[in-house]
C-alpha cells in the first residue's frame, strides 16, 4: 500500500476529500480505509442504462448490502452534492477501478477515462470505512489499519434477493473485536445505516460459509489476536460478488 | 365512502388483510385509512419498464416521500411477501386505480385487467394510514377517520429532487392535532420511517404554498377544531402530485 504520490505529502485521517481526490487523480493507488475523519466514504459501481433498473432494484431489496449514497445519471461525470465542491470527475478521482465484462475482471486500472461510456450509470454505494474513525474514537482498534492492509473480505454462503439479471452471494469484510469490545462495535456501527452499519453476524465464520479466515476473496488477511472475537460487516457489492444471473 | 359491498360484512381495523383485499376484488371501492389494524398498507404505482429506472430513482433521491416498500418486476402479477397468501393479483386487489396517459388522469376503474401491459412495472410506496392506528391507540385522534372521509391532501410549493424524466412537487396529507398531542404524534409517526414517517411540518400551512386548508388537491377537506394544529405528512406521489419533466 503507497501512502503518496511523488512530491505530494502522505495522506491521511485529516486530509480534506478534494486532497485525497486531488491525489488519486494524480495517480495514488491505496485503499481509503483511515482517510478523510469524519467524512462518508462510497464505492462505485457503473453500469450501462440497460442494466440500472436492475441495479437499482437489487439495491433496493438488499438494503444493507448496497446502500445507495447516491446516483450519477448517464451522461452526469461529477456531482457537487456527491463529489463536493468543484471539478470532482467520477471517472479519474478514485484510486482504482476494476473493469468487469461478461461478469468478469478484465482489467485494473487508476483512471477509466478511455473505458468511460456515455450510457453508463454511476452508483455511490456506502463504505463501511465511514464509521472506522468513530469506532477508533471510541477506543475500539481496526486490525487493518493498525497491520498497514487492505480490510479483508469474504463471500459468503447467503444469497443476496436477487433483481431482474443480477443476483449474487452477500459479501462481508470483517474487524476482530476483542470481546468486551463487541457491544459497542455493534452500538457504533449501528448508527451508520446508510453505510452497512450493525454486523451481519458475530464469532463464527463458518456459520456464513467462510472456510478459512486466512484466505479471503478481496482485500488482505489479518491477524486475528487470540480470543478476539471476527465481526462481520456488509461491504458492497460489484467487488466481484455480484454477477449476472442465469435465467 | 362505500363500507361494504352487496352481502358482505363491514370491513374496518379487524379485518384481515385477504378479506379486504377480496372485498376490493369484488367491487368495494373505498379508502383504506382505519382498515386492517398492525399491516403496512401500500400506494401502487405501476410505469412501462422504459421509465422504471427514473422512478425507482425519483424513489431514492426523495425516499420520505416516496418510500419503496417493495417492486413487482414486468410480467409480475403477484407477490407472497408483498400481498401475502396465495391469489392476490395486483390488477384487481386494490380498490381503486387511476389512469394516467401523458401525465393527464384519463379514468379511474375498480380493477385494470384490460388496462395492463407486460411491461408493468409495479412500485408498492408505502402509505401514512399504516400508523394511524397506533396514533389512535396513543389517544390521538384522526380527523378524516371520525368525519368519515379521506385524508385531504395538498400539492406544496416544495419542488422533490428531480430524477431523469420525473418532477414534482411534493404532497403532502395533513392530519390536525391538539397542541399538546403534537409532540407524541411526531415521537410516535418518526418511528414508521417506510411509511413516510415524521411530519415535514407543522402548523403553517402557507410556508408550504398551501393557500387554503378547505380546498385540498386530492382527498378530502377535515374540519379543524379551534386551537388545533395542521400536521403535514408526506404521502404518496404518483396521486397526480408527479409528472413528466420537460427537459
Known sequence: MTNRTAGQPPIGAQTSPAEARAQFRAGLRRPTSGLSSGHVQANLIALPSAQAFDML??????????????????????????????????????????????????????????????????????????????????????????????VPMYRTSIACEPAGSLAGPMVVSMRPMPPHMVSDAVRISSRYPGVHGAPVHIGDPSALGIESLADPDFGDAVDVPDGWIPSFLRPVHGLGGLSARQR
Not at 463504505?127 to 492492509?149: D, K, N
Open 57 to 150: 432494484l437489487f439495491a433496493q431489496r438488499n438494503p444493507k448490502s448496497c446502500p445507495v449514497l447516491g446516483v450519477l445519471e448517464a451522461g452526469q461525470l461529477t456531482s457537487h452534492s456527491l463529489l463536493g465542491g468543484a471539478g470532482g470527475d467520477i471517472r479519474t478521482d478514485l484510486p482504482t477501478y476494476r473493469i468487469y465484462r461478461h461478469g468478469e475482471l478484465v482489467d485494473e486500472v487508476s483512471e477509466v477515462l478511455g473505458h468511460w461510456r456515455e450510457d453508463l450509470v454511476a452508483f455511490l454505494i456506502g463504505c463501511s470505512f465511514t464509521f472506522e474513525a468513530p469506532l477508533q474514537e471510541a477506543g475500539l482498534p481496526i486490525a487493518h489499519i493498525q497491520q498497514g492492509v487492505n
